[in-house]
């Protein structure tokens, strides 16, 4: 969350993080539910649209634009502009991901908390989850759905709960969504 500013509004130095949301401003434009790109599925442009929403009413109220049209014309001069949006919804999963880790390692070993914390805590300072939080891509909102699914399950195999199991089966349903690339 520290800079999702970063390389905006050079599309050049961003890549194909842009695609990640433009995704669903064209969602929204030809009002259909299926994503018109086929590097990111539309699961994380379900989530992002939301807050595209309100950032349109944030930039109406500013008076930055006065109407959807202005609005789009907005966008289409300064690309890269609503990159933040999927650059926090990243960072906001992958600190969620923190917790996981942290529930997951409590429920493997209950009666030892502190590896919990430890565990939670070099979780927080992998490099590699930094890097992936930093990113406007689909990996953790798939990480966290992820490990929702290995928590739900280990809950529903120690308690012999059979909704525990389904809450597993569709966490990692949802955390194979995000990842879908179609190839060509």
């Known amino acids: 969350i520290i800079n999702p500013f970063f390389g905006s509004p050079v599309l050049h130095v961003v890549g194909d993080e842009v695609s990640n949301y433009t995704s669903a401003l064209n969602m929204i434009s030809h009002k259909t539910p299926i994503s018109l790109t086929s590097q990111y599925p539309p699961l994380g442009s379900y989530i992002q649209i939301p807050f595209l929403f309100m950032a349109y009413l944030f930039m109406l109220i500013t008076h930055k ?5 202005e609005f789009i014309f907005y966008l289409a001069t300064h690309e890269g502009f609503l990159l933040f949006i999927p650059r926090i919804i990243s960072a906001i999963f992958g600190s969620l991901s923190i917790l996981m880790v942290y529930l997951i390692t409590k429920e493997l070993y209950p009666s030892k ?5 430890w565990a939670s805590f070099l979780f927080s300072f992998s490099l590699t989850n930094i890097q992936l939080s930093h990113l406007a891509k689909p990996w953790t909102p798939s990480l966290f759905f992820y490990l929702a699914s290995l928590l739900f399950l280990l809950k529903g195999v120690r308690n012999n709960r059979s909704n525990y199991i389904l809450l597993s089966a569709t966490c990692i349903s949802i955390s194979f969504g995000f990842l879908q690339i179609a190839f060509y």
């Open 65 to 69: 634009v006065s109407s959807q049209a």
């Open 113 to 117: 908390k502190y590896l919990a914390y």
